[in-house]
């Protein structure tokens, strides 16, 4: 048994979490609230069995799961400050003493996200996710091996170029937003760029409507999505 | 897409052995490839290790697996640096090219034998590259 | 190259923007202490160890670089950091 913590809110005037929320191993989740630390809310569930060590699928679900709570909490109209995945604890006492004594912390992340949401702008190669089929030289030819490195040689420049051009893109991307977003992250994967921004709600708009205006080139598209809750902006 | 396994410990557990709990994704700029590719092997490695007698050697399999195809990458990347650093003659840079083909054949052959593919392995492959 | 019917292509978005999504999910969020203890069972040890001899290797490999030999032992990992 132990409390699984979704998530942190600021102190809430009289939000009523719904009764029939429920999240990861299909546990409801309950509001403690943290007199402590000013009242701060805190969105956990008890959870029976805390099979967190997996991957792949099942890591998926349970990670879907946890954000489909994370959500509920957005969609109340606050922002909360999501916690990391499988944050779990002995239990509820030890759940509020931790974030009593993590305040001064939490009240900042919770400022810092007040009225936000955070958007993901990604860019994605055009020419597919998949490197093109490997010309590999059989063994037997001559300079078999010479020309191996030289292929190697070909599909790693093509990626430090295609690379290059994903950080232009990207620079443009954060130029055009710049007056309009809180914060922005980015982390680049072998798929894609992925470019997240905290956007204060009431800017929302703007914000999408600044991005359509950014012409990707002929190796990108761009991908906008959101709203989500600020995962990447929840620490400094 | 793949997901990259994650490990939670304590705070009790070996403090070297703890993943970092601020990842270095937020900067991009250049890393040397041993570094990026073992971030990604540490995040690839599965957390859960199939001890099932039954199943241990797939489990097993996996995580070596694992570790040679990001080692095999890290070798590649060198010895296209030596290559074109001008320091290998063109019979090194044969018997070189000629070692990691032969083993990029094995890794495949291995891969076959036991049913894994590279999602298996929570490589990820995509045209933006992993060694930067 | 033939091009995607557009339902593949709607697909294969979604798979991104779920995959770029479950990556923060997984990655990011407030870090607070007290999280679970993982047992530490002999396969666990074996995952740790992995990473301390990967550090080795690591630093095998700079050594390699530098000093421009041509020979490396892959699996040797090296002095282990205490």
Known sequence: ?236 | MILAARTVMSERDDPIAAPSKTSGHEAIGPASPPDIALEALARALPDRINADPEHVENGLARLVLTVIELLREILEHQAIRRMDGGTLSDEQIERLGLALLKLNERMEELKTTFGLTDEDLNIDLGPLGRLR | MMPNAPDDDEMAEHHLVLGDLLNRVLDKGVVISGQVTISIADIDLLAVDLKLVLASVQTALERYDSAQNGDISLLHSGSRKG
């Open chain 1, 1 to 236: 048994m132990a409390t699984y913590l979704y998530c942190i809110l600021a102190p809430a005037r009289a939000e009523a979490l719904r009764a029939d929320l429920m999240g990861i191993g299909g546990a409801t989740v309950r509001s403690l609230v943290v007199p402590e630390a000013a009242g701060l809310e805190a969105w956990v569930a008890t959870i029976v069995d805390a099979r967190f060590r997996v991957t792949g699928d099942a890591l998926a679900k349970l990670a879907l799961l946890h954000n489909e709570v994370v959500d509920a909490a957005l969609a109340t109209g606050r922002t909360p400050l999501p916690a990391r995945f499988a944050t779990c604890f002995a239990d509820d006492a030890a759940c509020i003493a931790d974030l009593a004594k993590r305040y001064a912390e939490l009240h900042a992340g919770l400022e810092r996200v007040a009225n936000a949401v955070e958007m993901a702008v990604l860019l994605v190669p055009t020419n597919g996710s998949r490197p093109a089929g490997d010309s590999r030289p059989l063994r037997d030819e001559p300079s078999a091996g010479r020309r191996y490195l030289e292929v190697v040689r070909k599909r790693t420049r093509n990626e430090e170029q295609l690379r290059i051009a994903a950080e232009q893109l990207a620079a443009r991307v954060t130029a055009a937003v710049k007056g309009i977003v809180r914060g922005e992250t980015r982390v680049l994967s072998p798929q894609l760029l992925s470019i997240a921004h905290l956007v204060g709600r009431a800017d929302l708009q703007r914000y999408r409507d600044t991005l359509a205006g950014v012409t990707p080139g002929p190796q990108f598209k761009i991908l906008v999505a959101g709203p989500r809750a600020p995962y990447s902006f929840a620490t400094d």
